[in-house]
């Protein structure tokens, strides 16, 4: 299969390629910085032996979003799309700077809105394939200092309903995922105990399980949060 993953080169979007990886399927990665794209790929192919394609884009600017899709269509109809690419900027609406919620809104909601309309009319065609929208614990659970971070997840969670809705009948699924805390670069230095939130890859296992589920069954969201509860 060939799966497309953004933002694949930190985090949950590497630790999804890397999942994948290992079951064999071909990638195409995105990410922003080309070395870091480079050195992800190299690495899953010599652990996994699977194709890698890479592109870099910043999927806060739409026309480099468009044009990564297209490049995508262009090395086959994609079966699984993990809308991933995103930022986090702390803040409370009151007093953040301004340009904080266009710059969270672009990054974390517009490059899975552009990207999804390029890829989607394929999967329409072939009724097939799966949309998985990384969304956060934040789409449904506001919390001090998420500002405009958490408007962008609500806005994502919105999105993902939508695509629900008008996708079943073409035999696509859509699914949103809200994850809680997980120890990715975000959370190095923060002094926070490593054991006390997720892993990556449990991100990663659980996004890989609900794409093998049979074409009748969809998990329309995945609420994954630490054993202890919430930070």
């Known amino acids: 299969m060939n799966i497309i993953v953004t933002g694949a080169t930190k985090g949950i979007g590497k630790a999804i390629a890397a999942t994948f990886s290992a079951e064999g399927h071909t990638l195409l990665l995105c990410a922003r910085n080309?070395?870091?794209?480079?050195?992800?790929?190299?690495?899953?192919?010599?652990?996994?032996?699977?194709?890698v394609h890479t592109y870099k884009a910043d999927l806060s600017k739409k026309t480099e979003t468009i044009a990564f899709g297209n490049w995508c269509l262009d090395l086959g109809i994609p079966d699984i799309l993990v809308n991933n690419a995103g930022r986090f900027l702390p803040g409370s609406i009151y007093n953040e700077h301004d340009g904080v919620l266009e710059e969270m809104i672009e990054t974390?909601?517009?490059?899975?809105?552009h990207l999804t309309r390029v890829i989607v009319p394929s999967m329409i065609k072939q009724q097939s394939g799966h949309v998985f929208n990384i969304c956060s614990i934040a789409s449904v659970k506001p919390y001090n200092n998420g500002g405009s971070y958490g408007i962008s997840k609500f806005a994502m969670l919105g999105f993902s309903k939508n695509l629900r809705e008008e996708l079943m009948q073409h035999k696509v699924k859509v699914t949103a995922v809200l994850s809680g805390a997980v120890y990715t670069d975000s959370?190095?230095?923060?002094?926070?105990?490593?054991?006390?939130?997720?892993?990556?890859?449990?991100?990663?296992?659980?996004v890989l399980a609900t794409s093998k589920l049979s074409p009748q069954a969809c998990v329309e969201e995945i609420v994954l949060r630490p054993q202890l509860g919430d930070l």
């Not at 992800?40 to 699977?50: D, I, K, P, Q, R």
């Not at 974390?108 to 809105?113: D, F, I, K, Q, V």
């Open 187 to 206: 959370w190095s230095g923060s002094g926070v105990d490593p054991n006390r939130i997720m892993e990556d890859k449990d991100i990663a296992t659980m």
């Open 108 to 113: 974390n909601l517009y490059s899975a809105y």
């Open 34 to 51: 080309e070395n870091e794209l480079k050195e992800t790929a190299a690495s899953l192919v010599s652990l996994y032996g699977n194709k």
